[in-house]
């Protein structure tokens, strides 16, 4: 799928950069931006528990309204993934705002990438709610893969991912939140995207694969 207004031609490779992360609810910040560019697409991914719906209805970065990529969750309740997307070139810092979910006890967090040298926001995604969410993806040179993962059990479960990189994991009282991301120069076919959960019950993930 591809959103967004024409942009300027592409000059390099895919530049990926985590962002940072939030914790109690799935609006949050300031996040430093990074210095503004005409091409720079920011990413928010979220982790969350809730009693009722698990769709994001609404998002915006930086004040900018945001296309929900992908959502994954049980519904009505327990965990629930999602990713969104905008391009937002101005602005050094600014929040990601979301409505839709209920959150439970604050259990949620933000995950924020941006993502430099695109002609779009042009994405093939995935969404799971296997205990050990996954994805199996077709990925070309110069993609970014970001997922994002939740789950809940008996303890706060400790999540290992294979496919990606690990950036940061959340817990709070018998839920894990986590995301992870990787630039892959040469092509990588039905590359598959793991996020490990031990003792997990009620998980969901969400993946993006960003093309130029």
């Given at each position: 799928m591809s959103f967004g207004a024409p942009f300027p031609?592409?000059?390099s490779a895919l530049e990926v950069t985590f962002l940072g992360h939030t914790t109690g609810n799935i609006s949050g910040g300031p996040f430093n931006?990074?210095?503004?560019?005409?091409?720079?697409?920011l990413i928010a991914c979220f982790g969350f528990q809730t009693g009722g719906s698990?769709?994001?209805?609404?998002?915006?970065?930086?004040?900018?309204?945001?296309?929900?990529?992908?959502?994954?969750?049980?519904?009505?309740?327990?965990?629930?993934a999602a990713i969104c997307a905008a391009l937002v070139p101005t602005g050094l810092?600014?929040?990601?705002?979301?409505?839709?979910?209920?959150?439970?006890?604050?259990?949620?967090?933000i995950y924020l990438y941006s993502l430099l040298n695109t002609t779009g926001i042009h994405t093939d995604v995935a969404s799971s709610t296997a205990n050990n969410p996954s994805a199996t993806?077709?990925?070309?040179?110069?993609?970014?893969?970001?997922?994002?993962?939740?789950?809940?059990?008996?303890?706060?479960?400790?999540?290992?991912?294979?496919?990606?990189?690990?950036?940061?994991a959340d817990s709070f009282s018998l839920q894990t939140f986590t995301s992870a991301s990787e630039f892959f120069?040469?092509?990588?076919?039905?590359?598959?995207?793991?996020?490990?959960?031990?003792?997990?019950?009620?998980?969901?993930?969400?993946?993006?694969?960003?093309?130029?």
């Open positions: 031609a592409a000059k931006f990074g210095p503004p560019d005409a091409r720079r697409i698990p769709t994001i209805s609404a998002c915006s970065i930086g004040g900018v309204a945001a296309t929900n990529l992908v959502n994954s969750g049980l519904s009505p309740g327990s965990r629930a810092s600014g929040n990601v705002v979301a409505s839709g979910p209920t959150i439970t006890s604050g259990r949620a967090a993806k077709n990925i070309g040179a110069n993609n970014v893969a970001i997922g994002v993962a939740a789950a809940g059990g008996a303890s706060s479960p400790s999540p290992s991912w294979s496919g990606l990189i690990e950036d940061a120069a040469n092509a990588a076919a039905a590359h598959a995207m793991t996020c490990a959960m031990a003792g997990t019950a009620g998980s969901a993930g969400a993946f993006a694969v960003f093309s130029r």
